[in-house]
């Protein structure tokens, strides 16, 4: 219950200050529009589509998933928070907001994907779901883990994406193999290895996660 009330306050904040939605709105817009100009008319393939959008999905979380835990160092309520919840629930509460980023925001980039380029089609719907949710999922796990981790550092804006490349770049790579499986309109029972490398890394990186953030929230 606890973290729920702490998800409210951080969600009611930011529809406030809407600091992380104008930032990631605004690159998403921008990336996709600097894309689109640069092709122009050049007919480019369907891989090539699946790894742009994985590589907006990607940049579009640097820009805005980093001040989970930045924006309590902030305001100084880093100390309240200690007072008045466990470890677990901070993480949890904040974990959750950043899902429900993590979703909208790519939910809105493979729209404007699906919309504007013409080259971009999913023949496995089911497939390309499952991948999304469970790759959603991973990326919001290891933005909020590596948000704690920055949060105290003073250089928050270089040293987020020097470590968050290394830790999604696993995931990225099985994305992109998932999404050229969703693309051509492989089975999902042929991608079970694929999908259940997937589910190892969430539940990895959650458990991971789980252990490490009591150390570095006590820091």
Known sequence: ???????????????????????LAMFILVTISVILFSIGNENITEYLNGGLLWIVI???????????FVS???????MTLHLVAS?????TGKLIFNLVLVFLMNFVITILFLILFESFVIRNFLLFIILFFLGNIGI???STIIAAIISKASSKGTLYPVLSFPIL???????????????????????????????????????????????????
């Open 169 to 219: 770049l696993p995931l990225i790579l099985i994305l992109l193999e998932l999404t050229k499986f969703s693309m051509d309109g492989n089975s999902v029972s042929s991608s079970y290895v694929e999908i259940f490398v997937l589910v190892c890394y969430d539940v990895i990186m959650l458990t991971a996660s789980y252990l490490l953030f009591d150390f570095i929230w006590k820091e």
């Open 58 to 68: 990607f940049f579009s979380a640097m820009s805005g998933l980093s001040r989970v």
């Open 1 to 23: 219950m606890k973290s729920y009330f702490l998800f409210k306050k951080d969600w009611e904040s930011e529809i406030r200050t809407r600091y992380a939605i104008n930032a």
């Open 72 to 78: 309590e160092e902030e305001r100084g309520t880093t």
């Open 87 to 91: 470890p677990s629930t901070v993480f």
């Open 140 to 142: 919001a796990i290891s």
